[in-house]
T-cell receptor, first 113, second 115 residues
Framework: NAGVTQTPKFRVLKTGQSMTLLCAQDMNHEYMYWYRQDPGMGLRLIHYSVGEGTTAKGEVPDGYNVSRLKKQNFLLGLESAAPSQTSVYFC????????????FGDGTRLSIL | AQKITQTQPGMFVQEKEAVTLDCTYDTSDQSYGLFWYKQPSSGEMIFLIYQGSYDEQNATEGRYSLNFQKARKSANLVISASQLGDSAMYFCAMRERGSQGNLIFGKGTKLSVKP
């Protein structure tokens, strides 16, 4: 039972390149989230989805796009990478309910040169 | 204004001693939940403990307990009998009602356990 799987784990890009980060879950959760983690900043929400076919903006959405074509997958895209997007990206899922936590993937470390 | 404040960027504790990590929050909602996560140096986010705003008892999970003071809007994490493996970043987070499951995170506290 893999839980939440992020692909890739590491990536180095040049400024202006594009890429897609994949989050796949086998927990049958409706809600999925993308965060970025920067030193001293905690985790900040980029985009999220409350179900297949839905997406919404979080706290820091600029420069990113997302898609949720299938319930189990949530994709995060960078159309034209910038050095300011160098960060660790986390995907999380949530099945609903008051006491349930979010479940996180292991993160993707992305460097933009 | 920050919704989750963790005022201790870094802390040290001696092995086998107890340590308290501070978390204060700001919300006008009556219904909310508070979460603590641990992030070891390997990077994964590990859920530790949950406290609901209507819970009358402080939450406990093994060596972790939550000192919940609703009137002061604080939800401090207490780790008893610290172990070397407790060295990590610790994040406090809040979920408000109607937030579609979204969590608001504090900036974290780095705990170092000394042998």
């Amino acid at each position: 039972n893999a839980g939440v799987t992020q692909t890739p784990k590491f990536r180095v890009l040049k400024t202006g390149q594009s890429m897609t980060l994949l989050c796949a879950q086998d927990m049958n959760h409706e809600y999925m989230y993308w965060y970025r983690q920067d030193p001293g900043m905690g985790l900040r929400l980029i985009h999220y989805s409350v179900g297949e076919g839905t997406t919404a903006k979080g706290e820091v959405p600029d420069g990113y796009n997302v898609s949720r074509l299938k319930k189990q997958n949530f994709l995060l895209g960078l159309e034209s990478a910038a050095p300011s997007q160098t960060s660790v990206y986390f995907c999380a899922t949530y099945g609903g309910g008051t006491v349930q936590p979010q479940h996180f993937g292991d993160g993707t470390r992305l460097s933009i040169l | 204004a920050q919704k989750i404040t963790q005022t201790q960027p870094g802390m040290f504790v001696q092995e086998k001693e107890a340590v308290t990590l501070d978390c204060t929050y700001d919300t006008s909602d009556q219904s909310y939940g508070l979460f603590w996560y641990k992030q070891p140096s390997s990077g994964e986010m590990i859920f530790l403990i949950y406290q609901g705003s209507y819970d009358e008892q402080n939450a406990t999970e093994g060596r972790y307990s939550l000192n919940f003071q609703k009137a002061r809007k604080s939800a401090n994490l207490v780790i008893s009998a610290s172990q070397l493996g407790d060295s990590a970043m610790y994040f406090c987070a809040m979920r408000e009602r109607g937030s579609q499951g979204n969590l608001i995170f504090g900036k974290g506290t780095k705990l170092s356990v000394k042998p």
